[in-house]
């Protein structure tokens, strides 16, 4: 029952009404197996998913502010344009290699699935135009289910604290 206290505390900011030995005392063993089942189901099924949740956005926001930055890149390379460009290159492991691009007219793309496409810089601008968009609504709609699962949280912990309240005696 210390879960409830936790957490409902940590959502709300404010502290749970009840301790738990004054809960263990009063409460019916059917209504503590309810309390504790519901407890369980946001630790074990809510709380996961949340976590998970957040997780995927984190990622999609990576993503986005990848694709955003490659946007920019390649926006530069069409306002300064030069035949060729000297780079260093990441090779994986934190091992860099010098580059040199001979032509800068056509990039290569990494479009998902470890594939990489060749591309006008210009096809690269669209490109980046139409990710940017599909990753603000994955975004949206992940930002949207994680409100949606804190506010589940809340509920069942607002309904528990009344539950509990009730189940206490009046002094």
């Known amino acids: 029952m210390s879960t409830l206290i936790d957490k409902s505390s ?9 301790s738990s030995s004054v809960l263990a005392k009063h409460l019916e063993p059917e209504m503590r197996s309810k309390v504790q089942g519901y407890e369980d189901f946001v630790g074990e099924r809510l709380m996961p998913d949340l976590a998970k949740t957040e997780e995927l956005l984190q990622t999609i926001r990576a993503h ?45 793309v990494n479009v ?25 609504r994955k975004e949206e709609r992940l930002a949207k289910l994680a409100d949606d699962i804190k506010a589940n949280i809340q509920m069942v912990y607002n309904a528990l604290a009344e539950i509990l309240q009730l189940a206490t005696p009046a002094s």
């Open 64 to 108: 986005l502010e990848n694709v955003q930055e490659l946007r920019e890149k390649v926006q530069g390379l069409i306002e300064n344009p030069s035949s060729t460009m000297e780079t260093t290159t990441d090779l994986g492991q934190g091992f860099l290699a010098h580059a040199s691009i001979p032509d800068t007219q056509w990039i290569y």
């Open 112 to 136: 998902g699935f470890g594939f990489h496409v060749q591309m006008s810089l210009d096809e690269a601008i669209t490109f980046t135009h139409d990710q940017q968009a599909l990753l603000e």
């Open 10 to 18: 940590e959502l709300t900011q404010r502290e749970a009404p009840l």
